[in-house]
């Protein structure tokens, strides 16, 4: 286990008997933050409330500031729509209507904040990745008008298993293949529906994840066009159901194989869909918590802690468990181990020269939503902001010898882990599955979109007491049984150990970073650095 004691920083040598951050310590939040009272933590639920409660009452205890002029709470307006479609997809054009199930075969909603949206007889066309990108040559939408179409697009992008690293960045994930980005694109083309073709590898999760996901209410922050400028439907199906369509299209072969393709032309199937969507509207206020623990010498300058409190609330029960989403690992795990790095650094006998900001988001499951409302509302400016240290869904499979980077290869910050693994005997990988995108998924992700250098890292899969192959397996199972599924729950006999080490190395990463005067920046290549540097005036 990494102890905080071990690693000593210029300005900090009367730091070295601070308390270590034990799996203990992590535990007893957790078990707090994903018991049942608090109803699977879904923002304005009364189990928001007894989450924040218990957060901003941590950081009280630990005599830390209010961070945002003398609140604990920064309000994050949001609306919830509950949108019900129809009971079936009627898909019509073909030799023979194509009726597809809700849940079964699709899910749709939509971000209007209309009563009811509709489709009717809107024709299909298959638009490849859905995808613009310019600096990789690419332009699924070229010389397509969408205008009152809706399309079929595939998730990931073309690079994924294409055994070309050269086109995108292979086997990783670039923002391109992200659902979030391809519903943009698809309403900046002015689409009127668009539909993800699910498939578990490019994905990353089965569909069950996508069924629980985006049903039911989901969250999103006000906007002042009341996302008017969304399609009117975002949705996923099945691979199955995709086939079906193909098929009646007349569409042979490996769908991704022909999407790929670089002569690609967006495809018309000939077939229409219709489909109708009743609204529910709730408009409120959820709450991000935050707590500063103000730099003696250097105090308007930032180092950022994140995690985010909301899981998915109560929904539909699984064969092992009760219909509360308690989200034990993700993620009371990362709130837990921010609570816990604040503990250590208000026992630290010399205060940082930097001011260390303690911040736990909302609405992370709805799309990033706490998170990225700080960064477009920031507290404090983000040009002073020196990096943000982000956890989410630590590993309870107990302490390990090496960390995984998400999207490794992106910023300095990197350098701090590598070399602080180091001096542990630690090694240091990047993500194990790059093609899920890991690190467009996460609420670090919101900070790099406005140039803040975000690190977001977790256990690696080399089990210290079973090896790798026990710790992968580890990792499998977490994803797929209990990964947004009412299984993660909190248990007396939960291994959080490799969470500890997680938080004892982002604090010790934030501990030096506290104490320097430089800035860390973005690598070269990285989609981040232009907007950085823009901000840093250079």
């Known amino acids: 286990m990494f102890t905080a004691a071990i690693i000593l920083f210029a300005g900090c040598k009367h730091n070295e008997n601070i308390n270590t951050i034990t799996g203990d310590e992590i535990k007893s939040h957790i078990a707090v933050l994903a018991n049942d009272s608090l109803q699977g933590r879904k923002p304005f639920t009364a189990g928001e409330t007894k989450a924040i409660n218990y957060i901003s009452s ?23 729509i509950t949108s019900s479609p129809s009971s079936t997809m009627e898909i019509t054009g073909g030799k023979t209507a194509i009726t597809l199930n809700s849940s079964t075969d699709f899910v749709a909603s939509t971000r209007r904040e209309l009563d009811s949206v509709q489709l009717k007889n809107s024709p299909l066309v298959f638009a490849g990745f859905g995808v613009v990108a310019p600096e990789y040559n690419w332009n699924d939408y070229a010389g397509l008008d969408v205008k009152g179409k809706t399309v079929i697009v595939l998730v990931n992008d073309p690079g994924f298993k294409s055994g070309d690293h050269t086109l995108f960045k292979g086997d990783t994930m670039t923002y391109y293949g992200r659902w979030t980005y391809k519903y943009e694109e698809a309403a900046r083309q002015g689409a009127a529906g668009i539909i993800i073709v699910h498939q578990t590898e490019p994905a990353s999760y089965p569909w069950s994840v996508v069924n629980n ?11 002042k066009d009341k996302h008017l400028s969304r399609c009117k439907m975002e949705g996923w199906m099945t691979e199955g159901a995709a086939n079906k369509l193909f098929s009646a299209a007349g569409i042979k072969g490996d769908i991704r194989a022909i999407a790929r393709k670089k002569d690609f032309k967006a495809i018309p199937l000939n077939l229409n869909v219709t489909l109708a969507i009743n609204n529910k509207l709730k408009y409120s206020t959820s709450h991000n918590v935050i707590a500063l623990l103000k730099g003696s010498t250097r105090p308007g300058e930032y180092i950022l802690y994140t995690a985010h409190w909301d899981h998915l609330g109560v929904g539909k029960p699984d064969a092992k468990s009760d219909s509360i989403y308690n989200g034990a690992v993700d993620n009371a795990s990362g709130v ?86 180091k001096q542990e005997g630690k090694t240091v990988t990047g993500d194990k599955n790059p093609g899920a995108g890991g690190y467009y998924r996460s609420d670090h992700f919101s900070f790099a979109m406005v140039g803040v250098p975000a690190l977001d890292i977790n256990n690696g899969a080399e089990s210290t007491l079973h090896g790798e192959a026990w710790g992968k397996q580890k990792q499998k199972e977490y994803g797929d049984l209990h990964y947004h599924q009412p ?28 104490n320097e005067t430089t800035f860390p920046g973005w690598k070269k290549g990285s989609e981040f650095k232009a907007v950085r540097e823009k901000s840093m005036g250079k």
């Open 58 to 80: 941590q950081f009280k205890k630990l005599g830390l500031e209010p961070g945002n002029n003398g609140s604990y709470f920064q309000d994050v307006p949001m609306v919830e």
């Open 213 to 223: 996901s985006f049903t039911g209410a989901k969250l999103y922050l006000q906007q």
């Open 336 to 421: 837990a181990a921010v609570l816990s790095d604040a503990r250590a650094f208000t026992q630290l006998k010399v205060r940082p020269e930097r001011s260390i900001v303690f911040l736990t988001v909302t609405g992370e499951e709805q799309g990033l939503l706490g998170s990225e409302y700080y960064a477009t509302h920031p507290i404090y400016p983000l040009n002073k902001t020196v990096a943000d240290l982000n956890m989410d869904a630590l590993g309870n499979y107990g302490e390990t010898n090496d960390f995984s980077i998400t999207g490794k290869g992106q910023n300095d910050l990197e350098g701090y882990v590598e070399e602080l693994a």
């Open 487 to 514: 299984s993660d729950n909190y248990s007396d006999a939960m291994d959080a150990d490799g969470m500890a080490e997680v938080a004892n190395l982002l604090f010790n990463v934030g501990l030096k970073l506290s």
